[in-house]
């Protein structure tokens, strides 16, 4: 871990400068072009000197419109929901087929894999919730059916089709340019976008950038034991060195007369991330339930302790001389930091719910029909037919939402919304100046408990609902 705290000794200057608040004109000018470039123009981003940013409408919503639609800067399917679903790799919108996907799971489960089932959530539509301190869970199945293997492996490899599967049509999975066999993508054009985004570094296949690949294995085989989030942070560190390259590439080929300092390309490569509410992560992660308050200094000093493990491993794997402040404890914990306090749970619900609730809805005598082969499937699956693709991103815009107990939006993904992007709705109607806020919490929990999980995002609660409750205890 030596090498690791030496690096911030050494470049102590260049983290400051990175973790400096950029100042507000630069700020402005990006939410702008941001704003802009998501065609979300009823709203902006205006700091408002005692919370920070936020987000206000500068026209006017009505109930249930929609406020604006973010896309991921950095995002990750949870490891273990990826034996649930099989997602593009980059918009996370489901790929194959309906055949494909069952026959997925049915093999995972066959071989006594299991993946993410925690929440209730899970079962609606509207299963987005603020990420809050999540914990990373085994799944288990309820149901012990088990079907012949031939079946299974025929509906994955496309051999058997099953009925009306037609209506469900999913774009077929394309295979990692990189040769990885562990990303898959949707189309061309979200294959290119993760290559050049973070994946060229991160990709274990033969055609990866990284330094060693089996020093990428052992960073990822460390994650996935332990928390996934480090998968997040790498995809955070692997996009800046990404675009720091292409700007130095940029600016060799106009053949600047004056080099433009190294320091400043790095600033400017790291800004869509630099934009993001930070604190290191073993100063701001919850202490769990379980852990006795006065072990909280030996808890904080395990996590700050496990990130070091992790960011030693991806520095043997990807590390860039020319970037090496990225590569300091301080960068990483805050980029950690600022996912716990910032992301937004990435839900896509599943196409094989719409399959079986569309059987369900099938005239009686073909539906008997339909179910004579279906069912055994849904027995089979058990009550996790359909798991939602579940795993947590970083969205820009909807990250400069603050919390309120009787917000005025929420994340909502309609049935349009079939990939990975944050869609905010307005609860009720919001005027033009008001400020647009979403519920970081379950609202609806008694005072005590709201202002004990708000406490975990670094501040207590004055909203209306909060001043009233507590007047009244
Ligand atoms: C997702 S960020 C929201 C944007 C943030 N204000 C910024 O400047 O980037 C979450 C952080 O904003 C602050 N925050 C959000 N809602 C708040 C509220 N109702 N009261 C006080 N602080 C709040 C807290 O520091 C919280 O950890």
């Known amino acids: 871990m030596d090498s690791v705290y030496k690096t911030d000794e050494n470049f102590a ?8 608040p950029l100042p507000t004109p630069q700020l402005q000018e990006y939410f702008n072009k941001l704003i802009t470039s998501r065609r979300c123009n009823g709203i902006e981003v205006k700091n408002n000197g005692t919370i920070g940013k936020g987000v206000y409408a500068n026209s006017e919503f009505d109930e249930d419109e929609l406020i604006l639609k973010d896309e991921i800067l950095v995002g990750i399917q949870h490891s273990s929901n990826k034996v649930d679903c099989l997602v593009c790799s980059f918009c ?65 490899n496309g051999e058997m089709a099953l009925p009306h599967t037609d209506k469900f049509p999913l774009p077929s999975p394309l295979s990692c340019p990189g040769g990885c066999q562990e990303a898959f993508y949707c189309s061309e054009s979200c294959a290119e976008a993760d290559w050049e985004s973070s994946h060229s570094l991160l990709c274990t296949g033969e055609r990866s950038e990284s330094i060693s690949r089996e020093a990428l294995g052992e960073f990822i085989k460390h994650a996935n034991d332990t928390n996934d989030i480090f998968l997040l942070a790498a995809k955070a560190i692997a996009f800046t060195i990404l675009r720091y390259r292409k700007l130095k590439a940029e600016h060799v080929d106009k053949k600047a007369k004056q080099s433009e300092p190294k320091q400043s390309l790095l600033l400017e490569a790291w800004k869509p991330v630099s934009i993001g509410y930070k604190r290191r992560w073993w100063d701001c992660i919850a202490l769990p339930d379980d852990v006795d308050p006065t072990d909280e200094g030996a808890f904080r000093m395990q996590i700050k302790n496990l990130a070091c493990t992790s960011l030693e491993l991806l520095k043997i794997a990807i590390f860039d001389k020319e970037c090496e402040a990225l590569f300091s404890l301080e960068i990483y914990g805050n980029i950690i930091g600022m996912f716990e306090l910032n992301n937004l749970d990435l839900v896509v619900a599943s ?43 970083f969205f820009p815009l909807q990250s400069c939402m603050n919390h309120s107990c009787c917000p005025n939006a929420k994340a909502f993904k309609r049935e349009e919304d079939r990939d990975g992007q944050a869609v905010i709705i307005a609860l009720r109607r919001i005027s033009k100046n008001e400020e647009v806020t979403i519920s970081y919490i379950d609202e609806e929990l008694p005072y005590k408990e709201r202002q004990a999980l708000l406490a975990d995002y670094g501040f207590s609660c004055k909203c209306s609902k909060c001043l009233e409750d507590s007047s009244s205890i």
């Open 351 to 393: 196409p094989v719910e719409d399959y079986f609730l569309y059987i369900d809805d099938l005239p009686d005598a073909e539906k008997e029909e339909t179910e004579e082969i279906t069912r055994p499937l849904l027995d089979a699956l058990g009550d996790e037919y359909s798991d939602c693709c579940q795993g947590t991103a």
């Open 13 to 20: 200057a260049d983290v400051a400068a990175l973790l400096a």
């Open 92 to 156: 996370f919108r489901f790929i194959g087929s309906i055949e494909k996907q069952i026959g997925r799971k049915l093999y995972f489960k066959n071989l006594g894999v299991s993946g993410c089932c925690d929440d209730d959530s899970s079962e609606e539509d509207e299963c987005v919730k603020y990420n809050g301190n999540e914990e990373q869970c085994g799944g288990s199945s309820s149901s012990h059916n088990t079907l012949p293997e031939g079946v299974v492996s025929s509906l994955m």
